[in-house]
């Protein structure tokens, strides 16, 4: 199988990571025009990390935007289930292990439907692009509230709807008939791209996400439109002990 199909198989969605994780940060912002580094800021923005904290970081892939969340003082841990992206994360960092840390980043394999940690573990929990790529939505969601100290919070940065009918079309077409030509000529597994374009088309909107993130337990969900919607940040808090 060349690439992850719409059904989410865990095995299926980590083997094309793994096979794309040597050029994934480079193909990515290609493909987003740049747009990728204004994302990974607003989120670090959103999570703001303050001395002392803990940040887990879901879906972090090569650990690009765990790096983000280490600069006042917190600390991090970039969990991913392709192992091919934490180890290339901990290569470029000279680092040889997953589970040591690397530069203030600790790189630990876990899958989002099971994570390896204690619960009320961490002060925020933060996923970003990739809820999506799990095969149940809700269920993640209750797995980051279950590690998350009561009063933490959670941040997630997903596609989204664009919120100008005009420009709806337009980006339809990028998606559909553009990004997978370009991922042939970039990426070194440009399949794994006709499964963002098919993905990124079949998931919820903003409003339908942040119910999702309520049914989940979380309260105060909100959400913030990124470039004209195509991105949405979703933000929420644990609640807190007798709430």
């Known amino acids: 199988m060349t690439r992850a199909t719409l059904d989410k198989q865990p095995h299926e969605v980590a083997a094309m990571f793994d096979r794309t994780a040597r050029r994934y940060d ?3 912002d290609v493909l987003s025009l740049g747009q990728d580094r204004l994302w990974r800021r607003a989120t670090s923005a959103a999570v703001d990390a303050g001395p002392g904290e803990l940040v887990l970081d879901l879906a972090a892939g090569t650990g690009t935007s765990t790096d983000s969340f280490t600069g006042l003082g917190a600390r991090a841990i970039a969990c991913d289930f392709s192992l091919g992206m934490l180890g290339t994360g901990a290569g470029r960092r000279g680092g040889s292990g997953l589970h040591g840390g690397v530069r203030g980043v600790t790189f630990i394999g876990g899958d989002a439907l ?9 002060d925020a929990v933060t996923i970003s692009f990739g809820l999506r790529n799990v095969n149940d939505t809700v269920g993640a969601l209750r797995e980051m509230l279950r590690v998350t100290r009561p009063g933490g919070r959670l941040v997630v940065c997903e596609f989204s709807r664009p919120t100008v009918k005009s420009f709806e079309l337009v980006y339809s077409q990028y998606l559909m008939r553009l990004l997978p030509p370009v991922a042939r000529v970039v990426s070194s597994n440009p399949d794994s791209y006709a499964y963002l374009a098919e993905s990124i088309r079949a998931w919820p909107d903003q409003a339908s996400l942040a119910r999702l993130v309520q049914e989940a337990g979380w309260e105060r969900v909100g959400w913030r439109n990124l470039s004209l919607g195509i991105v949405a940040l979703h933000r929420a808090v644990k609640p807190t002990l007798g709430e």
């Open 114 to 122: 099971r994570l390896p940690f204690a619960d009320g573990a961490f």
């Open 26 to 28: 480079l193909v990515n």
